[in-house]
T-cell receptor, first 115, second 114 residues
Framework: EDKVVQSPLSLVVHEGDTVTLNCSYE??????LLWYKQEKKAPTFLFML????IEKKSGRLSSILDKKELFSILNITATQTGDSAIYLC???????????????FGQGTILTVHP | KAGVTQTPRYLIKTRGQQVTLSCSPI?????VSWYQQTPGQGLQFLFE???????NKGNFPGRFSGRQFSNSRSEMNVSTLELGDSALYLC?????????????FGPGTRLTVL
């Protein structure tokens, strides 16, 4: 059974702080790891990581994958109140058999950024 | 390009009733996956459809079913509703789940069972 564990479960910071969110996983036949941000309803896609050691970056957000240690981190620098959300990590196995379309999600990290 | 749309956005039902939720994927996307999100269990995979065929199913009872139409729109049905079915139901679409595909989520349908 695929498994994803995120830490911390919640985090409260002030604007300008830098945060690091963690995601560890166990998956049979790994294809990719994804990060999503969920504010009100729909999780919105942030990053897809497939290769170890290659940093994906978008503005103040960045993420990296360690396939040897089965671990990923999501960094947010110079946090803003608009970063307050639930950050979800998910793993996707290679398509085929009983794996089509199935993302296994972690519990999420609730990030609260105070002004 | 319009995103994934789901209807209705909110629904209130009573125990024992059945419900049908609808999902229209992003234009050109052919794979639709459904997820249930609850505070206790988080996001859990329900099933995935591609070309009108269910290719994968999560660990949910048979009361949960779905289908996909030729235009890739999908519906999911829950029969004999239970209080524990109260949740946010999300659908996600992707092109065809090739190596670079990503699942994009709709806004969800909030189902409350009384």
């Amino acid at each position: 059974e695929d498994k994803v564990v995120q830490s911390p479960l919640s985090l409260v910071v002030h604007e300008g702080d830098t945060v690091t969110l963690n995601c560890s996983y166990e998956v049979t036949n790994f294809r990719s790891l994804l990060w999503y941000k969920q504010e009100k309803k729909a999780p919105t896609f942030l990053f897809m990581l497939t290769s170890s050691g290659i940093e994906k970056k978008s503005g103040r957000l960045s993420s990296i994958l360690d396939k040897k240690e089965l671990f990923s981190i999501l960094n947010i620098t110079a946090t803003q109140t608009g970063d307050s959300a639930i950050y979800l990590c998910a793993v996707e196995p290679n398509a085929g058999g009983t794996s089509y379309g199935k993302l296994t999600f972690g519990q999420g990290t609730i990030l609260t950024v105070h002004p | 390009k319009a995103g994934v749309t789901q209807t209705p956005r909110y629904l209130i039902k009573t125990r024992g009733q059945q419900v049908t939720l609808s999902c229209s994927p992003i234009s050109g996307h052919r794979s639709v996956s459904w997820y249930q999100q609850t505070p206790g269990q988080g996001l859990q995979f329900l099933f995935e459809y591609f070309s009108e065929t269910q290719r994968n199913k999560g660990n949910f009872p048979g009361r949960f079913s779905g289908r996909q139409f030729s235009n890739s729109r999908s519906e999911m049905n829950v029969s004999t509703l239970e209080l524990g079915d109260s949740a946010l139901y999300l659908c996600a679409s992707s092109l065809v789940l090739a190596s670079t595909d990503t699942q994009y989520f709709g806004p969800g349908t909030r189902l409350t069972v009384l």
